[in-house]
T-cell receptor
Framework: EAQVTQNPRYLITVTGKKLTVTCSQN?????MSWYRQDPGLGLRQIYY???????DKGDVPEGYKVSRKEKRNFPLILESPSPNQTSLYFC?????????????FGPGTRLTVL | GQQLNQSPQSMFIQEGEDVSMNCTSS?????WLWYKQDPGEGPVLLIA?????ELTSNGRLTAQFGITRKDSFLNISASIPSDVGIYFC??????????FGKGTRLHILP
């Protein structure tokens, strides 16, 4: 089954404790992206990757890192999480950058930073 | 920067009613996308529009690409309980970035 998976689905952590949210897709997609969703603010792009070893900042990259060492995986790293990073996070992928309209979204990761 | 303004922010309707929502921008878009997010799930693409004036349907959903290219509309006819969720408009800001509106939350009253 074609899908985007994220782990964990739920995470409660404390300020400053490094964490990684994994994202994996099995569709051989080139383009992958991370979004955060906050009440009243909609979806905002954090980082995106157009292919292996190619990443770029979205609208709200501060406090986040990503890597794209393999085509299928695009982990989101919070080196020192803070309470303002409490949010619902979505990973998405599409076949190629020019087919962004065909993005598949993962199920989401709800992160709480205390 | 570019923003997409969705209206209304939320709607409370009776089952069977028709629904209309819209999305506007101060900038021109070449593509308009409409997504739906079910509770506890990620967004799913409903309709994509590529040409000014285009009217596209997907079952009971109909979306239109505004003539000015600065707006788009989504209509749902004869709403049913599974229509509940958040509807987002989106558009490409530049080649490789998409921006999303803040969403319209649809509630259906029993």
């Amino acid at each position: 089954e074609a899908q985007v998976t994220q782990n964990p689905r739920y995470l409660i952590t404390v300020t400053g404790k490094k964490l990684t949210v994994t994202c994996s897709q099995n569709m051989n997609h080139e383009y992958m992206s991370w979004y955060r969703q906050d009440p009243g603010l909609g979806l905002r792009q954090i980082y995106y990757s157009m292919n292996v070893e190619v990443t770029d900042k979205g609208d709200v990259p501060e406090g986040y890192k990503v890597s794209r060492k393999e085509k299928r995986n695009f982990p989101l790293i919070l080196e020192s999480p803070s309470p303002n990073q409490t949010s619902l996070y979505f990973c998405a992928s599409s076949l190629s950058p020019d087919r962004y309209n065909e993005q598949f979204f993962g199920p989401g990761t709800r992160l709480t930073v205390l | 920067g570019q923003q997409l303004n969705q209206s209304p922010q939320s709607m409370f309707i009776q089952e069977g009613e028709d629904v209309s929502m819209n999305c506007t921008s101060s900038s021109i878009f070449n593509t308009w996308l409409w997504y739906k997010q079910d509770p506890g799930e990620g967004p799913v693409l409903l309709i994509a529009l590529y040409k000014a004036g285009e009217l596209t349907s997907n079952g009971r959903l109909t979306a239109q690409f505004g003539i000015t290219r600065k707006d788009s509309f989504l209509n749902i006819s004869a709403s049913i309980p599974s229509d509940v969720g958040i509807y987002f408009c989106a558009g490409p800001r530049v080649y490789d970035k998409i921006i999303f509106g803040k969403g319209t939350r649809l509630h259906i009253l029993p």
